[in-house]
Structure formats: C-alpha cells, structure tokens
C-alpha cells in the first residue's frame, strides 16, 4: 500500500487559518469515512486531532475542523496559535482492512 | 483510562529478530477493540505495521507481512511484535496503540529499537 500524500510543509502566521491536505485513493481515502489527522510533537507520541473525517474527540480545540471531497481529505486549524506548531499526519482505513498513514506536515508557525 | 507500555531491547543486531511487547493497563484486551503496532524511522513518518484483535485475528502491511508476527496474551494483558531478519533500515521508535477501530484514541510512548552489529 502507497502512503498517502500529504505536503511536506506548511506554515501561517498567529491568528491566520491553514489546511492540509491528504490524497489517497479509492480504495481508502475515497471509498470510507474513516480518515483520521494526528498531531506529534517532538519526542512524543501522536495525538488524534480529528477522527472519522469530521469528528473532533473531547478536548481538541473547535479551532481543528477536518472534511473531504473525493480522494482527499483536509484538515484546517483556524485562529493559528504558536503551540499548533507540530508535525501532522492523516490516516485512512484501506479496502484491505488495514491502516495508511500519511507522510507528514511540518507546521510552521511565523 | 487505558495505558499502553512498550517493553523489549533497545539493540538488535542485523538479520536477527526484533520483539516487542506491548502492556496493557486500565482496559482488558478481552472486552474488545483492535490493538496495533505502528513505527517511526528516525526524522521520518510513522508507518503501520499490523494489528491484532482479542482472539488472534490479524491483519498487516503488505510491505511488511513476509517478516511480522504480532499476537496476543489476553491472560497477561499484552500484546507483541516479532520482525524477523531486520536490517538497518528497520530502525525506529516503535509505538503500540489502540484502535477504535479505525483510528488510534491511545498510544504508548514509544520505545526506540536500534538495528546495529
């Protein structure tokens, strides 16, 4: 299975609103409502910051909002803030039954 | 609230076997939900390697599944790695997590495993 394509990096200014995106294919990110982003900091463990496509688990900032339009997925961080600095990963459920990560984002806050 | 520890060598040595433990605590294996392993080469992306349900049923990457084996110990609450033949290339911090079910809502904290004679 191919990851799935994310851009390498992106940045915004405090305050400004970004989006990533994640390509996949059919077979996972098009053909299932399942596609999930995490946050990793370094050193650390990933965090989930978006599950499901759209959902936004207890605790996450409402500034994080996640949606998809055929093979891709996006995740848009609104009212950027310094701690959103982070690497960003997207995640899809495939037609195999298994799991594809993304290849990363690094956010840049300016 | 469920926990998840990483335990095994920190060093392996080239085409030998690479295994790993994972430990659960605050949430029995037996009540459900899909548990996985998962790892990062140093300074780059995380990849899914396999993962495995309360009675045994597995699925991998397909990159992988000539060399992996993960199963389960519902009696000790763990669940484990074995990667055989490794070479440097499989060195990375490997992280054991918790699906539900299509997504990770717990991870361990990750435990780096060196391939190197």
């Known amino acids: 299975q191919s990851a799935l394509t994310q851009p390498a990096s992106v940045s915004g200014s405090p305050g400004q609103s970004i989006t990533i995106s994640c390509t996949g294919t059919s077979s996972d990110v098009g053909g299932y409502n399942f596609v999930s982003w995490y946050r990793q900091n370094p050193g650390k463990a990933p965090k989930v910051m978006i599950h499901y496509v759209t959902n936004r688990p207890s605790g996450v900032s409402d500034r994080f909002s996640g949606s998809k339009s055929g093979n891709t997925a996006s995740l848009t961080i609104s009212g950027l803030q310094a701690e959103d600095e982070a690497d960003y990963y997207c995640?899809?459920?495939?037609?195999?039954?298994?799991?594809?990560f993304g290849g990363g984002t690094k956010l840049t806050v300016l | 609230q469920v926990q998840l520890q990483e335990s095994g060598p920190g060093l392996v040595k080239p085409s030998e076997t690479l295994s790993l433990t994972c430990t659960v605590s605050?949430?029995?294996?037996?009540?459900?939900?899909?548990w996985a392993w998962i790892r990062q080469p140093p300074g780059k992306g995380l990849e899914w390697i396999g993962r495995i349900d309360r009675s045994g049923g597995t699925y991998y990457n397909p990159s992988l599944k000539s060399r992996v084996t993960i199963s389960v110990d519902t009696s000790e609450n763990q669940f484990s790695l074995k990667l055989t033949s490794v070479t440097a290339a499989d060195t990375a911090v490997f992280f054991c997590g918790r699906l539900d079910p299509w997504y990770f809502d717990s991870w361990g904290q990750g435990i780096l495993v060196t391939v190197s004679s």
């Open positions: 995640s899809s459920y495939t037609s195999s039954g298994t799991l594809v």
């Open positions: 605050g949430y029995s294996i037996r009540s459900g939900h899909y």
